[in-house]
């Protein structure tokens, strides 16, 4: 008998339990991890963003830690150079990702990565010019965001409509944990066994393996793209479907590309069309502006200001404050599912942002590492909280045919703003970091951000629930 959406959990599907009884967070994650392809999918990420973690340690160190002090204008170009040219392809990037098998999106770009990971073992060994680096370095992080976007996209083909808000608060986390936990490692590794950077690339590009290995154990069709006339048959992605159904639906490259113009046009007038993605996008750009000029912040006060003469101690002050940031995303994941149980995710966005302007003053009053680790966890609280609610309202009210699409631009918001951020900051910051109005001014924006968001949506009716529609 062939398999239903209703058995491998696909959106819509309702929870269980009494009708008109809304199910506890910690029901939704017993769900969710009984859930067979929601765990392979989940290990992809988890081993994908473990590499990405490993690999950043070597990144930051040859590019931002190799040198005797940083520059504002040296961290604004950096980023423009290896996040710019992504984020104007990042929309032309959805257009393919609905069109293209996802699964094969993360076997491949894993692959991919694997061997750009060795290209830049090489080029550090062999002390090429950061020309070089930098556009390695390009490619890389565009096969990221093309990942990322994949795995969002794919999410909701894994788990039930209900259980979707959890299933949000847990995957970027956990990909968070994970990234978090490569960092250790690379960390680790460098400490324990003198590798240097060359040795932590290798590494990576040994993870990214794994990582595609683990992708080819979800079906080729599981996470879509649907298309129109297959769901439930040929475009749900099952084992016993008929995965060429879908693919002979494929136009030829060029087709596609000539479809593209006409296709983004398409995504951003059925965005425009729903109120809850729209605003929540644009809520992440506000929030990932401010978030940027903080980080930027953060590596000048410590490389420049605290730990001038010593790398080493700026680059494990760094470490320290990113854990922080760790842990106030995990907490985010935990408390929010159980919060929007009792008030609408808006109003526990509006919550986040007030929240983020109040600890944001602390440093902003009394500039120490131990009032920027107290920042960095709630400002990290909060922007893991928003992004939770956010995806949720993206993989909720966006249908699939589009939201590959809607995700590439939600990474091109996510880029761009944080680029943003860092030209902002070769004006409004100092070269030591040392800025308590700039703090002061960004706590400010929380609180405009956290008012604005209120009015707008004070209009819809105040229904609590994850996923209430």
């Known amino acids: ?6 058995d491998r959990g696909a959106p819509g599907v309702p929870g269980a ?22 765990r392979r999918l989940l290990g ?23 040198q005797d002090q940083t520059d504002p204008a040296e961290i604004a170009v950096a980023l423009a150079v290896v996040l710019l040219p992504f984020s104007l392809l990042g929309p032309f990037v959805g257009v393919f990702l609905d069109r293209w098998s996802r699964r094969q999106v993360l076997v491949v770009a894993n692959l991919v990565r694997v061997v750009i990971a060795a290209v830049l073992a090489g080029i550090v060994a062999a002390d090429l010019p950061d020309a070089v680096f930098y556009l390695v370095v390009l490619v890389c992080l565009s096969v990221n965001r093309f990942l990322l976007a994949g795995l969002s996209a794919g999410l909701p083909h894994t788990v039930s409509g209900d259980d979707l808000l959890t299933a949000n608060a847990l995957t970027p986390t956990a990909g968070t944990m994970a990234f978090l936990a490569g960092l250790g490692v690379g960390g680790l590794v460098t400490g324990l066994t003198g590798a240097g950077d060359v040795g932590v690339l290798l590494l990576a590009a040994l993870l990214y393996g794994v990582a595609g290995s683990l992708a080819l154990r979800i079906p080729r069709t599981l996470l879509g793209p649907d298309r129109p006339g297959t769901a439930g048959t040929a475009g749900t992605g099952l084992p016993g479907d008929h995965p060429d159904a879908a693919a002979a639906d494929l136009p030829s490259v060029g087709a596609a590309l000539r479809a593209v113009g006409l296709g983004l046009v398409d995504g951003l007038r059925h965005l425009r069309s729903r109120r809850d993605p729209a605003t929540g996008l644009a ?10 000029l903080t980080a930027v912040l953060l590596l000048l006060y410590f490389r420049n200001g605290l730990h001038p003469d010593d790398p080493d101690a700026a680059f494990a002050a760094l470490g320290r404050t990113t854990l922080a940031g760790g842990a106030g995303f995990l907490s985010a994941a935990l408390l929010t599912p159980v919060v929007t149980e009792r008030v609408r995710p808006h109003r526990w966005i509006v919550l986040l942002l007030a929240g983020a302007a109040a ?16 920042a960095s966890f709630g400002v990290g609280l909060a922007a893991q909280g928003i992004k939770i609610c956010v995806d949720t309202f993206v993989q909720r009210d966006v249908d699939d045919a589009f939201r590959g ?19 902002s900051a070769v004006v409004l910051l100092p070269r030591d970091g040392r800025a308590p109005v700039a703090l002061a001014t960004v706590a400010a924006c929380y609180l405009v951000l956290a008012v604005v968001f209120a009015r707008v949506t004070r209009q819809r009716p105040d229904v609590p629930g994850p996923v209430s529609r």
Do not use: C, K
């Open 359 to 374: 600890v944001q003053l602390l440093p902003a009053v009394r500039l120490t590492e131990p009032t920027l680790l107290v």
């Open 405 to 423: 699409r809607v995700f590439s631009l939600y990474d091109v918001l996510f880029n761009v703003a944080f680029v943003s951020a860092a030209v």
């Open 1 to 6: 008998m062939a398999t239903t959406r209703r």
């Open 283 to 292: 809520l992440i750009a506000g929030q990932r502006y401010l978030f940027g």
């Open 44 to 66: 992809v990420r988890l081993a994908s963003q473990l590499s990405d973690g490993v690999l950043q340690v070597a990144l930051t160190s040859y590019a931002l830690f190799g």
């Open 17 to 38: 339990g009494p009708v008109g009884r809304t199910p506890s967070s910690w029901a939704h994650l017993r769900r969710l991890l009984r859930g067979r392809w929601f």
